[in-house]
Nanobody, 126 residues
Framework: QVQLVESGGGLVQAGGSLRLSCAASGRTFSSYAMGWFRQAPGKEREFVAAINWSGGYTYYADSVKGRFTISRDNAKNTVYLQMNSLKPEDTAVYYC???????????????????WGQGTQVTVSS
């Protein structure tokens, strides 16, 4: 069982930056691939970024590639999402998720993830 708690959301102007954190409970954090997803009002949850268990492989949605960076610190049981050059269309609730997997390539489909956090709101004003 893994519990995930996101933090770092807030209100920022377009062009600004935010860093989201997701703290995981448990002693097997390094056995999980981690992902970030987001859901805007009236829209389906969409994939943002993922990182494999070791941090050696990352994968991004085209909409955030070059602006967002996912990273993890297995010693701190934490995954991060650095978001730069934010746009109003990035406004959403951001969720982190854990997938019990040690494959090289992390999953990017929501149904492949086993555990989810409660979400943190990110609002980008124009």
């Amino acid at each position: 069982q893994v519990q995930l708690v996101e933090s770092g959301g807030g209100l920022v102007q377009a062009g600004g930056s935010l860093r989201l954190s997701c703290a995981a409970s448990g002693r097997t954090f390094s056995s999980y691939a981690m992902g970030w997803f987001r859901q805007a009002p009236g829209k389906e949850r969409e994939f943002v970024a993922a990182i494999n268990w070791s941090g050696g492989y990352t994968y991004y949605a085209d909409s955030v590639k070059g602006r967002f960076t996912i990273s993890r610190d297995n010693a701190k049981n934490t995954v991060y999402l650095q978001m730069n050059s934010l746009k109003p269309e990035d406004t959403a609730v951001y969720y982190c998720a854990a997938d019990y997997s040690r494959t090289l390539v992390p999953a990017y489909r929501a149904y492949e993830y086993d555990y989810w956090g409660q979400g943190t709101q990110v609002t980008v004003s124009s």
